[in-house]
């Protein structure tokens, strides 16, 4: 734009009124010189495009290629002609057209540009602006007002047109403008301007964007002549020193002066000295009241001020610095601001003052002229039919226009400010429809962070809670180095628009849905008879492809018809159509169509001309109709009149028909079989009835009929009616009449219905009401009924009897309440009661009522409603239960459930109580006690109750299998029980037996777990000091069994063994003598025999001491021997801090074995091995594994200690390297495992320990 207006010669008003206009209007800026080159675009519009400024500026052999690449293909030409035409003509451009925007899609534009000419006319520049909108018409009611208002502000500003310049002032009044407009930056000039009698007069004039104000200066410019340097020679010889600080101050911007030390003029600037019409004489000179001439030059509201503060200074030597008016010589006051400071010698006195004046006017009135330009700009703003705010570069907002305060319903932005939230999401949260307001917060953050303008479509709240849709734009505001100083946006409503675009969107979806959902053929012809259009429904019925009969050359019509019309009705209908299309007159036709299955069906063909203003056919618009069901159902129609009277013959009812006059003309078969004919003097309605209908139901049964007769309405009867036999029977008579085309009945037509199984069921069901009245009242509780807004309906017999009342009495339940409720019961129950009849929800609740004999008993009262199929509420049922013996049965449990808690806080044992899954929910007095905290305490230090519990109490060595204990009873439910240490409250560690089972409910789930824990520390003490006695003992023993054993073995066999050696001797002899006795010799030899074998049955009989026979064994699960085992030794284990590790494979087979030796094996051989480790510092572990290996299931109990120091002979009897041990064990055990047919062995277990191994076989052998 500064080029543009570079190339002004003499620029005229058309500046201020392009600026007006451009400041206005709600776009984006451009400018171009004269002949059509862009030379400014503003930024905000670069973006929007995304191009450049050399981008608008090439050229190709069609026009300027930017302009080629930016507007929509179908409205270039028009554009580019209008822009030509216009830089040829110098008229305003004003066109709408598609813009493609950087986003890659095309939206509608006003596009509006005037030329800025020189004074001869001629365009030197164009400036316009670029308004976006949805639509063409949008963007034009958007900113036609803005424009005109502006245009009218640019004419009420015309005295101040550029024409009025000095011709050799004008250029630089003229860039002051354009430098204002553009940079935003007031602007200052002083230019002489054209007065009425033709001369030019001084003017200062200050320019901002859109508003210029100027005034008059001419007489401080030339009124009087300077002062000369003569008329100060008397001064300067005496004041040498003020008076050069004055002429210093003289060479600033303004007027000097300088006064002596008392106050006195002695020196004054000669253009003020013109200006005031004075002389320093004149300033010193005073007046009758005692002041100087200052009085009569200051305006009389600033005098008195402006000497208080005048003599201030003098006295005190402060600064001084006053803003005033003052007369000039024409008699015209004018503001001025004034400063003196006051001139000191080395010694601090004050030798004198000296000062400056500036002439503020101009800028006293630019303000005032200022804030009344505000005020109406503002009154502008509000008056412009679009809604205006201002926002930070922030985006907190600092101002709204009257228009949006008002469709807030605000008084001001300040009403946005909420605590710990910024104005912006206030706004938007408060202001913007929910589902919009995300996206507009993200649209906004967006352009707050990039600076690009937004433009978008939402939901505003207005004052009323009504939200309406709004367009949205925001541009920034930014200053000379580009940096945004502020937002502008502006909202218009466009509710009205959105709301048209979403009913016409919703009528086209119904429109199109109506087409395809109606069940006929829609279809359309050219005005010349060809296809343009099947709806969907027919391309389907028929299985074409449509567009084979769009191009066919002129004879798609003829190739249509030939394809899916019915041979003998394609030549009919061409013809018709034809002779339609020729004449223009409607075409009707019933013809036969093919089904896309080949099948043909008849349809009914219409078709109606649509015809422009002048009457021509333009286009034809037919509906074919399927009727094949309706022809066939005439056919059908026919036949079945045929079968109606056999079908009435048929049905199951008995039929008559009256003339108009009564007259019988029909009755059916059924019915003369069932009732007989009439006699020959019966012949009308009136007759019959009396003749037929039980003399009881006549009267009421004629006066209905009689009515229905008079009246023409149908009517029904149900009367006893006799049949053929004599006997009556109920029946329903219903009676219709039937009408001609002008409504005269022609027919009555009666059929009557058997309902005598009926009736009798009717009776049943009153009996059997009877009967559930009686058992309502028999039943032992208060059954009571109420309306839907809370009236009695009904109380049942033993509410009446028990209650004494009279359901009389108790019109509402607020009666009922007041009288038959406890006082401390009835707040509340009617409180519920009122809340239940509101909201319909079901009422129970327990309270206390009044029997007959006033004593109050407690009941439980359930109300539930009873609705229609709609939902609706039509009655309310209550019952009460007495529930007084429960109560008090609920009382003496508590106080039975107090006095168990009492009981088991003072029972000698520690109990806990924990939650299915273990964690604890109420622990005893005496463990609390004994553990020295409370339960609370564990809460808070990030893990469970269970774990701090276990972790803080239970010993170190017990710890592992008491979790492992406790986790296997929580996984399986089974019962806990187990010995541990457990440390007291003073630190020291006690045995403690603990036990625990779960709770279980009636479907067997866990609802807690119940925990005693026994103090058993004295006890497991005084067991260890009796197990070491008993081992004492037990040594003791072994010793004396031994040697008692030796004795015995000694004397059993020693008898046997001394005959031998005796008959032995004998047999020596008897050999040695001469002649040797043979014969004697012989029998002693049999006599060592027999004693030889006797000693053999001493040896066999202690041998079966210790063996059984293989008959004891049976085949058992090695698994359940081993757990066996584990038990019996797991308690020695635990006491010498030895941890089992016992591995058992899965699916082993059942073996044959003694279960007594086996586990006398398993724990000789367990407890060698936790003896073993008793010198094992460390962690103490025995394994245990059991698995399968070819035809026998191996055993291995490893431990990790010392190892043994002579393996070979491990298994020989007496061979021992315990200091109190019998060398038994091992041989007696490898004895039972052999006997069983397997094998043991000894191993060194890695890296140290034993492992003694031992099979079993699965399949038994006899042992060797």
């Known amino acids: 734009m500064t080029t543009a207006f570079n190339s002004l010669g003499e620029p005229d008003a058309e500046a201020l009124r392009a600026a007006r206009i451009i400041e206005s209007v709600v776009g984006n800026g451009w400018a171009t010189d004269a002949a059509g080159r862009f030379s400014y675009v503003t930024p905000s519009t670069l973006s929007l495009l995304g191009t450049t400024l050399e981008e608008f500026n090439t050229s190709s052999e069609g026009g300027p290629a930017g302009w080629k690449r930016l507007i929509h293909p179908d ?57 976006e909108g949805d639509s063409p018409s949008a963007a034009t009611e958007r900113s036609a007002d803005v424009i005109i208002a502006a245009e009218k502000e640019a004419a009420s500003d015309a005295h101040h047109s550029l024409r009025l310049v000095h011709p050799d002032d004008r250029t630089a009044a003229a860039h002051a403008v354009a430098r204002a407009f553009w940079t935003g930056v007031p602007q200052v000039t002083r230019h002489r301007q054209l007065q009425a009698d033709g001369s030019y007069r001084w003017n200062e004039t200050r320019s901002e964007p859109g508003y210029s104000v100027s005034v008059d200066i001419d007489d401080l410019v030339t009124d009087g002549e300077p002062l000369s340097g003569a008329n100060l020679d008397h001064l300067v010889e005496n004041n040498a020193g003020p008076i050069q600080s004055a002429k210093i101050v003289e060479s600033i911007f303004g007027n000097g002066w300088a006064f002596d030390a008392a106050g006195r003029w002695i020196y004054l600037h000669p253009f003020a000295l013109s200006s005031l019409g004075v002389t320093l004489e004149d300033l010193n000179a005073p007046l009758n009241e005692g002041y100087t001439a200052w009085k009569r030059l200051l305006h009389p509201d600033d005098y008195e001020q402006i000497a208080v503060t ?99 319903g605000l008084d001001g932005v300040a009403d946005l400010d909420k605590p710990g939230m910024s104005r912006q999401a206030a706004a ?37 809670g009504a939200y309406r849709w709004v367009d949205g734009r925001g541009e920034p505001l930014r200053d000379h180095s580009g940096a945004i100083v502020q937002w502008y946006v502006i909202s218009i409503d466009v ?97 036969r169509l093919r089904r896309a299955d080949g099948v043909f069906r008849w349809m009914s063909g219409r078709a109606e001309p649509m015809r422009d203003e002048c009457g021509t056919v333009v ?122 085309t002008d409504g005269a009945i022609v027919q009555w037509y009666m059929a009557s219905i058997d309902i005598e199984d009926e009736m009798r069921a009717q009776e049943a069901l009153r009996e059997r009401e009877r009967e559930l009245q009686q058992l309502v009242d028999a039943l ?53 009661s009122a809340s239940c009849l509101k909201t319909g929800d079901s009422f129970i609740m327990r309270y206390r009522r009044r029997w007959k004999d006033g004593s109050y008993r407690w009941i439980e009262g359930r109300c539930e409603p009873l609705r229609d199929r709609d939902g609706a509420i039509v009655h309310w049922y209550q019952v009460s239960i007495d529930i007084d013996e429960e109560m008090r049965a609920q009382v003496a449990l508590r106080e039975r459930e107090r006095s168990l808690w009492q009981l088991v806080e003072t029972l000698p044992v520690m109990i806990d109580c924990a939650a299915p899954n273990g964690e604890p929910i109420y622990r005893s007095r005496q463990l609390r006690e004994f553990l020295g905290y409370e339960l609370e305490v564990l809460d808070g230090k990030g893990k469970s109750r269970l774990s701090g519990t276990l972790d803080e109490g239970v010993h170190p060595d017990d710890l592992a299998g008491v979790k492992a204990n406790y986790a296997h009873s929580l996984a399986t439910g089974e019962p806990y029980a187990r010995r541990h240490r457990l440390r007291r409250f003073d630190g020291e560690y006690c045995w403690v037996d603990t036990r625990a089972a779960p709770m279980r409910n009636a479907e067997g789930a866990i609802v807690q777990w119940n925990v005693v824990c026994l103090d058993i520390d004295g006890e497991v003490r005084t067991q260890e000091e009796l197990r070491l006695a008993q ?164 055993i291995e109990i490893s431990d990790c200690g010392p190892g043994i120091e002579f393996p070979d002979r491990i298994f020989e009897p007496f061979f021992t390297t315990k200091e109190h041990g019998m060398g038994m064990g091992l041989a007696i055990c490898r004895s039972i495992v052999e006997s069983h047919g397997g094998r043991l062995w000894v191993e060194k277990n890695d890296p140290h320990g034993t492992a003694f191994v031992f099979t079993m076989p699965v399949e038994m052998k006899a042992a060797a």
């Open 310 to 408: 005048w003599r201030h200074c003098l006295r005190t030597g402060d600064h001084f610095n006053v803003e005033f008016r003052f007369r000039r010589a024409n008699g015209t006051y004018v503001w001025a601001r004034t400063a003196a400071r006051p001139a000191r010698d080395s010694q601090g006195r004050i030798t004198g003052w000296y000062g400056i004046a500036l002439d503020n006017d101009v800028y006293k009135k630019t303000v005032a002229e200022l804030r009344g330009r505000e005020r109406e700009l503002s009154q502008l703003v509000d008056m412009v039919p679009v809604q205006i705010r201002r926002l930070t570069p922030e985006g907190e907002p600092t101002f709204f226009n009257r228009r949006l305060l008002d469709f807030f």
């Open 428 to 464: 938007i949260q408060s202001l913007v429809y929910p589902e919009d307001a995300a996206r507009l917060l993200e649209t906004v953050r967006h352009s707050l962070a990039t600076g690009e303008p937004y433009s978008m479509k939402y939901r505003m709240r207005r004052a009323d």
């Open 495 to 591: 509710d009205d628009e959105m709301r048209a675009q979403e009913a016409l969107r919703e009528r086209e979806r119904e429109l199109s849905q109506l087409v395809d959902m109606v069940p006929s053929f829609l279809w359309r012809l050219s005005a010349s008879g060809e296809p343009v259009f099947f709806s969907k429904r027919m391309v389907e019925y028929l299985g074409l492809d449509v567009g084979g009969y769009e191009n066919v050359g002129g004879n798609g019509l003829k190739a249509a018809i030939a394809a899916v019309v019915h041979p003998d009705d394609s030549a009919t209908l061409e013809a018709a159509i034809n002779h339609s299309v020729t004449t223009g007159e409607s075409f009707s036709l019933n013809y």
């Open 780 to 832: 032992p509780v208060h059954i009571w009924s109420w309306t839907p807004d809370g009236k009695l309906a009904y109380v049942n017999r033993r509410s009446l009897e028990e209650l004494g009342i009279s359901g009389a009495n108790f019109e509402d339940f607020t009666r009922v309440a007041r009288d038959l409720i406890h006082p401390e019961d009835a707040l509340e129950v009617l409180n519920r």
């Open 1031 to 1194: 081992e004492r003992l037990a040594r003791a023993s072994q010793a004396a069994s031994l040697a008692e054993l030796s004795a015995s073995i000694a004397h059993e066999v020693n008898q046997p063994l001394a005959a031998v050696v005796a008959n032995s001797y004998a047999c020596q002899r008897w050999l040695t003598a001469d002649p040797p006795n043979i014969e004697r010799a012989q029998k002693t030899v049999e006599r060592i025999i027999r004693d030889a074998n006797s000693a053999a049955d001493v040896v066999s009989r202690i041998r079966a001491l210790f063996k059984q026979s293989a008959d004891a064994m049976a085949y058992t699960a090695l698994d359940s021997v081993i757990a066996e085992a584990r038990d019996l030794i797991a308690e020695e284990a635990v006491r010498r801090r030895v941890r089992l590790d016992i591995d058992v494979e899965s699916d082993l087979p059942i073996v044959a074995l003694d279960r007594v030796q086996i586990q006398q094996v398993l724990v000789n051989l367990i407890r060698n091995g936790i003896e073993a480790m008793d010198s094992v510092t460390g962690d103490k572990v025995l394994g245990l594994r059991v698995g399968r290996i070819g035809d026998a299931i191996q």
């Open 75 to 131: 409205d270039y030409d028009r554009a580019v002609a209008e822009w030509r035409r216009c830089l040829q003509t110098g008229e305003h451009y004003n066109v709408e057209h598609r813009i493609l925007r950087a986003s890659g899609a095309y939206g509608w534009s006003r596009i509006s540009g005037q030329p800025l000419c020189d004074s001869e006319g001629n365009p030197v520049a164009w400036y316009g602006t670029l308004i």
């Open 619 to 740: 286009q034809w618009y037919g509906l074919s109709h399927d009727i094949d069901d309706q022809v066939r159902a005439e056919e059908a129609l026919r036949k079945a009149n045929r079968q109606l009277e056999q079908m009435i013959d048929a049905v199951p009812v008995n039929l008559l028909s009256f003339a108009p006059s009564g007259r019988i003309t029909y009755t059916s078969k059924r019915y003369l079989e069932k009732v007989g004919s009439p006699p020959t003097h019966i012949n009308d309605f009136d007759a019959l009835a009396r003749d037929l209908a039980h003399p009881e139901d006549f009267p009421t049964m004629f006066r209905r009929a009689s009515n229905g007769f008079a009246s023409g309405q149908p009517f029904v009867n149900r009367f006893r009616r006799r049949e053929k036999d004599g006997v009556y029977r109920w029946i329903e008579a219903r009676a219709q009449p039937l009408r001609d």
